[in-house]
């Protein structure tokens, strides 16, 4: 069955940098589309980032462009998301997930505190 297991979260000053990490399976990974969405407490699900299949070009949410960066190993089924320049804002619950959308994962907690 479809699976995401988030890791890489952690708490974080503001100004630092963080690497999630998303693997994937039961199904053909290279095939899709991949997302990265955040919900921070009291608030909606929010997408941040998504990358295509090879070649496809990366985006973004305002919020989050020119600090964060999607990546993606198709021989290791996993999405990547480099964090940088970290805000309190940025605090949250992480997920990723597929285009199409399969079953949410535990996601990865990020805390951005002083």
């Known amino acids: 069955q479809v699976q995401f297991v988030e890791s890489g979260g952690g708490l974080v000053q503001p100004g630092g940098s963080l690497r999630l990490s998303c693997a994937a399976s039961g199904f053909i990974f290279r095939f899709y589309d991949m997302y990265w969405y955040r919900q921070a407490p009291g608030k909606e699900r929010e997408l941040v980032a998504g990358i295509g299949t090879p070649g496809g070009r990366p985006n973004y949410a305002d919020s989050v462009k020119g600090r964060f960066t999607i990546s993606r190993d198709n021989d290791k089924n996993t999405v990547y998301l480099q964090m940088n320049s970290l805000k309190p804002e940025d605090t949250a619950v992480y997920y990723c997930?597929?285009?199409?959308?399969?079953?949410w994962g535990q996601g990865t907690q990020v805390t951005v505190s002083s």
């Open positions: 997930n597929r285009e199409g959308l399969g079953p």
